[in-house]
């Protein structure tokens, strides 16, 4: 039968590795994205129209 | 009226990503791959990710964000924004009609897999798979011959399955879509991942792993393997469909939208190869044998998940369990899926029309309704593979084509560039604008004129149908004429589209015109 050989590792691997080192960047972008700017600005906003301003 | 937005950037990302994330990821990718080269495929594929995929995905959140701003969420509304031109919102009715299309078939398919996970969980499926009955199971269930509850399951799914598709649309953006996303993509990736593990550790995996990754460059010298990469690009990360553009709508005027956009490839990547690549096939080959997996490609995407599957797990050690967790998982994934082609069309008659989320909302369960019915009772006539040809092959590759040209040549490459990079998080490399210009549009073009070139003299010809006699509903016709009139109702869809949207704009004017008199 047709075994996984150094050429189909090859491949895996280098695919693998290209994903997972693209999700480890943009999760690490995305963490480290200043708190400030996810403050969720449409809650406050609501919060004050239910007050009147 | 005050439109929804994305209540954090987190939520957005999975809400595109489980929009990707879908059946393709699981059961198209694996056998692409495998049968066009192993891991050689991955060489045309990861090109036509780079110059197609992620410069189209990043494309249609820019022209998305920036119709947003003047209140719109769907293509006519957005392309209308863009263009300024009369005839640019015609062409993005097929931004609304293409995902509501694909809704109309893959709304009943998602509902099988409710009805599997049932039937996985109540043993069914186990009894089937132990009396070599597995082919008559499924065929009776999707002929609505099984019954359950006193009507057939197939029909008591789909209502459930349309009644939870159409709760969280009515909760909207914020409170359903994000909502849904948030908790589902986070369970799907734990049970893609359980999944992944427990196949590792299946004797003989290494000979499934090898049928699927070890390459094979002869077949890069075909032309088609080079069409079908892209194909699977294109399909796997719902770009030229329409959901991201809306989706991108609601996201804030400055918010980064170029790692957001990045970040939900990467995450569909990795269920797509990863996960994907690893689960179906090599399990197919470790029980069925290299000799056998061309008799069961013959079953296609259904038949792997829905008769391979099953017999898979029940050779494995806790199979009963694995198998309620990859209906379950296909599912969660095909939910995201169905709920981010529905939003372009509730945005349509919100956004462009003017009618209250309950009236958009009724209108497109009406039309999902009646449509729904003709892909279910049409099943065996050929219904869902021709309106997966229009909606989910054709449509896609044609707005695709039109978002890259409009973008880059009509709203301007270096305008495009300079919105796409604002607020954006991660430094863009400079070659991309050149990509986003020049290389996307033509590939894209290339695609569309080999595509006509070679198939769709096929298609108008009805190649693939017959005269042999079928039945829909109390009605017996040829095969042929019963595809002739569904197309017909498409094409009755898509003009009532492009009327709504000549009224719309038509009583816009007056308004305009009556509001500047006073």
Sequence with gaps: MNTLHIGGIIFMSAAWTFIVALNVFCISKILRENPKKIVDTQDIESGLDKLGR | MKRDLWASKIGVILAVAGSAVGLGNFLRFPVKAATNGGGAFLIPYFIALLLLGIPLAWMEWTLGRFGGRFGHGSGPGILNAVVRKPWAKYLGSIGVFGPMLIFFYYIYIESWLLGFCWYSLSGALASAVAANSIGAFFGDYIMLKTMLAGMPAALLFFIITFVINFIVIYLGVRRGIEILNKVTLPILLVLGIMLFVRVLFVPGIEHGLGFMWNPDFSKLLSFKVWLEAAGQIFFTLSVGIGTILTYASYVKKEQDIALSSLSAVSANEFAEVILGGTIVVPMAIVVFGATNIEAVAKLGTFGLSFQTMPVIFSKITLGSLFQFVWFLLLFLAAVTSSISVLQPGISFFEDEVGLSKKKAVSIVAAISLVMGAIAIFGLGAGAVDEMDFWGGTFALVLFGAIEAVIFAWIFGGKRGWDELKKGAE????????????????????????????????????????????VTFLVWQMPQKMFILLLRAALVTLLIGINVVIFITWRVRKIDAALAKQH
């Design chain 2, 426 to 469: 991660i430094k863009l490399p400079d070659v991309f604008r050149y990509v986003l210009q020049y290389v996307t549009p033509i590939y894209l073009i290339v695609l569309l004129v080999g595509y006509f070139a070679t198939e769709f003299i096929h298609v108008i010809n009805m190649s693939a149908y017959t005269d042999t006699v």
